[in-house]
């Protein structure tokens, strides 16, 4: 039995032993890192003075998934990349596909992938404040936004079937065309958004306490933010207007009239106020899409890329063969590799793909936009409080499955 005396000394100090400074850990259980992230803080009473991100504990494993399913099995997989906005994700992938193939779906599919992209952009940036301000104490702000997202999930759900992950493209096209009311529908439901988004914009934009949690918190210069390959709201904050759908316009993005707001001081504000105005260009872009929807169909007319339909499998021995050998073979690009970007939610999504010749892809690589921001969160944290981590956590928007792929 170890009888030497254990007491604390009574001049005992931490600084004296430490020299002022703890290690914390923050995450993965902590309720702001959403079960997911761990911060490993040094800090110096509550000022951060440096910090390691851990980014690693949902294994998706998405890229290795993908390298063993055929091309539109990859599909459903990628509205778990990042859940919140899902249809950027379809739309992203069958592009690069597309693109590898030299293939050119019809006009209407470019339209109604363009509407869904943009629904999903709201429901993304809805989550993002929704949930940020909800960490921050604006309970009402999260119960507005979240009504709001609801609606759009409702909207989303007539087309495609599915709420969350809703798999509504498909190489060649989509898996249905739109509801014959999803005009009328879409406007009604722009309504409550948009009676939302002024809810929330009164109730936080000019909020003392909102304010003071978020200005000049998490600052980035626009120098460190492009040398970090921040791209999204995260980037267009510091002034950088740097979007994928005027830059390198994919779809019709290029026929329609739309804004892309920036900031200047690269903060958590600016981030706020980049999204909430997103939101009102989404719609714009939307409403716009709407309007100039031509007739047609959705999907490619070969059947070694799209499915045939099913009244024609069913009497058809052409149609049969061509659903089999599509169901179980999938689409077989050609050889050779693609880089495919989109904008995604929080900043350039793009796909890297590489064919060889079979119905699986040979290798899948993913530029998720989440992964670069998280990699820039030690610098924003550090030298603010642990308070402010909330904040910056909140508006950089982490989605779990775009860091572990």
């Known amino acids: 039995m170890n009888t030497k005396n254990t007491e604390t000394p ?22 702001a890192m959403h079960g997911i992230v761990r911060v490993l803080l040094t800090v110096q009473g509550e000022r951060v ?41 379809n739309v992203g992938f069958a592009l690069a596909v597309e693109k590898l193939m030299g293939l050119e779906t019809p006009p209407r599919c470019w339209y109604i992938r363009v509407i869904m992209s943009e629904l999903s952009r709201l429901t993304d940036h809805l989550t993002c404040i929704g949930a940020n301000a909800m960490e921050l104490a604006a309970f009402t702000v999260y119960f507005y936004l979240i009504n709001a997202r609801e609606a759009l999930y409702r909207l989303t759900d007539s087309a495609a079937g599915g709420r969350v992950t809703p798999a509504y493209t498909r190489v ?10 999803f005009k009328r529908d879409t406007a009604e439901v722009f309504k409550t958004v948009r009676r939302n988004l002024d809810d929330a914009d009164k109730l936080l934009t000019r909020n003392r306490i909102f304010y003071d949690r978020l200005h000049n918190i998490g600052r980035i210069s ?3 933010a492009v040398s970090l ?45 980049v999204r909430m105005e997103e939101m009102k260009q989404s719609m714009r872009i939307v409403e716009q899409a709407l309007a100039q929807l031509p007739d047609g169909p959705v999907n490619h007319p070969d059947f070694n890329v799209t499915l045939p339909p099913k009244e024609d499998v069913y009497g058809n021995i052409e149609a049969l063969m061509a659903h089999f050998k599509l169901t179980f073979e999938g689409v077989k690009p050609p050889k050779g590799e693609v880089y495919q970007a989109v904008e995604g939610g929080n900043g350039e999504l793009g796909f890297y793909i590489v064919s060889d010749g079979t119905g699986r892809p040979w290798r899948v690589r993913v530029r998720a936009p989440c992964f670069a921001l998280t990699g820039g969160l030690s610098q924003m944290i550090k030298g603010g409080y642990i308070a402010d981590i909330i904040s910056t956590f909140g508006q950089i928007n982490m989605i779990g499955g775009e860091l572990e792929r």
């Open 49 to 89: 003075i440096d910090s390691d991100v851990e980014i690693g504990y949902l294994h998706r494993g998405f890229e290795k998934t993908c390298e063993n399913v055929t091309y539109n099995q990859c599909v459903p997989y990628t509205d778990r990349l990042n859940y919140v906005s899902p249809f950027i994700n």
């Open 172 to 181: 060649g096209g989509l898996t249905r065309d739109l509801p014959a009311d």
């Open 10 to 31: 009574k001049n005992w100090s931490l600084e004296a032993l430490e020299d002022g400074r703890m290690v914390l850990n923050m995450g993965p259980s902590h309720p």
């Open 222 to 224: 626009k120098e460190d």
């Open 229 to 273: 390959s921040f791209t999204g709201p995260a980037l267009r904050s510091t002034g950088v207007g740097l979007d994928v759908r005027r830059t390198a316009p994919y779809l019709v993005y290029d026929r329609f009239d739309f804004d892309i707001p920036v900031g200047s001081n690269g903060d958590n504000y600016d981030r706020y106020l």
